[in-house]
T-cell receptor, first 116, second 108 residues
Framework: GAGVSQSPSNKVTEKGKDVELRCDPISGHTALYWYRQRLGQGLEFLIY????????KSGLPSDRFSAERTGESVSTLTIQRTQQEDSAVYLC??????????????FGPGTRLTVT | AQRVTQPEKLLSVFKGAPVELKCNYSYSGSPELFWYVQYSRQRLQLLLRHISRESIKGFTADLNKGETSFHLKKPFAQEEDSAMYYCALGGGADGLTFGKGTHLIIQP
């Protein structure tokens, strides 16, 4: 079946603009994760969604970042007033059945964000 | 705070030679550890996890709680093993904590 998909694959934006990144998880996966990977760094965990539960937003880098998920499907990560340090690859992953510790996470291809 | 350290950014070995990718972790509880791999132009994917105690593509990794290590090993490297390898810890509501990765290059 189809894997995790993300759009756009590449996004170039001017400093100060807002951007919205989209993730479509694998059907049936109740857990969804967002990560950020800056150049030369490992993946940095941002936020986790489990079903309809309210997410813990404490991992988001600043209040310019927000994320939503519609039920157990699509998620969007929004960055307001983008800064150059937001340039990174943003990865989405989903997991089944409940995303507990020890379960495999399936990653999307990522969105490469460049802020000029 | 939990942490994963991969000391080598780049590791180059010849085909047929043994490979060991190092991973050390810091975690107060009982760790759940993984190795993820990213081949050129492909997405990040799970290679193996310590709870499965399995060998994937000839790779194995043993959790050593005394040394807080989870090194990845393969006795005979193949050219198709060239990739970025990430050691990761945790999962669940706190997400995975990743190391910075090791770029493995297998020379012919």
């Amino acid at each position: 079946g189809a894997g995790v998909s993300q759009s756009p694959s590449n996004k170039v934006t001017e400093k100060g603009k807002d951007v919205e990144l989209r993730c479509d998880p694998i059907s049936g996966h109740t857990a969804l994760y967002w990560y950020r990977q800056r150049l030369g760094q490992g993946l940095e965990f941002l936020i986790y969604f489990q079903g309809n539960s309210a997410p813990d937003k404490s991992g988001l880098p600043s209040d310019r970042f927000s994320a939503e998920r519609t039920g157990e499907s699509v998620s969007t990560l929004t960055i307001q007033r983008t800064q150059q340090e937001d340039s990174a690859v943003y990865l989405c992953a989903s997991s089944w059945p409940a995303g507990g510790v020890g379960y495999e996470q399936y990653f999307g291809p990522g969105t490469r964000l460049t802020v000029t | 705070a939990q942490r994963v350290t991969q000391p080598e950014k780049l590791l180059s070995v010849f085909k047929g030679a043994p490979v060991e990718l190092k991973c050390n972790y810091s975690y107060s509880g009982s760790p759940e550890l993984f190795w993820y791999v990213q081949y050129s132009r492909q997405r990040l994917q799970l290679l193996l996890r310590h709870i499965s105690r399995e060998s994937i593509k000839g790779f194995t990794a043993d959790l050593n709680k005394g040394e807080t290590s989870f090194h990845l090993k393969k006795p005979f490297a193949q050219e198709e093993d060239s990739a970025m390898y990430y050691c990761a810890l945790g999962g669940g509501a706190d997400g995975l904590t990743f190391g910075k990765g090791t770029h493995l290059i297998i020379q012919p």
